[in-house]
């Protein structure tokens, strides 16, 4: 049985931290999207995408890879984020593309993380320190539950 979960993250490395959480749950192997052969996610049980937030959307590379993909036929995904905001909501868009290709939405989570874009830099960022321990338990219950 196969799992994997693709993770974009990028400046402080949030979304790593909670792909791992996941991760460890799954015993799934983290990758990036550019090292996805979309050939071969049909082999999987359970898929992952995450991505920090970037101006309202997931990285270009998670959406690119998701255009890509073949149709999924029922096929089991979840979706993850981290944002200055911590909201579900920016999840939408990507779980909207799934489903359009057959991709069964499993779950979707979101947590805040340390945000230092664009003028929020000049005042040194906001959520330092998240997400915290308890971001990446509640990540880890996520993934239990799903399981």
């Known amino acids: ?7 974009r993250s990028g400046h402080h490395g949030n979304t790593d931290r909670i792909a791992q959480s996941m991760s460890s749950v799954f015993d799934a192997i983290i990758m990036k999207p550019e090292e996805i052969d979309t ?26 890879l998701v255009k890509n993909l073949p149709e999924g036929k029922g096929k089991k995904v979840f979706v993850f984020s981290t944002s200055g905001q911590g909201t579900e909501k920016y999840n939408d868009p990507l779980k909207k593309l799934l489903s359009a290709k057959g991709y ?3 779950g979707s989570f979101a947590c805040r993380g340390y ?3 664009g003028p929020l830099k000049l005042f040194g960022g906001i959520n330092k320190g998240r997400p915290d321990e308890t971001d990446i338990e509640a990540a880890r219950q996520f993934a239990l539950e799903m399981k």
């Open 1 to 7: 049985m196969k799992k994997i979960i693709v993770c």
């Open 39 to 64: 050939g071969n996610i049909s082999g999987c049980d359970i898929i992952g995408f995450g991505s920090g937030i970037y101006a309202g959307r997931y990285h270009k590379s998670v959406v690119s």
């Open 104 to 106: 069964e939405i499993a």
């Open 115 to 117: 945000s230092a874009f």
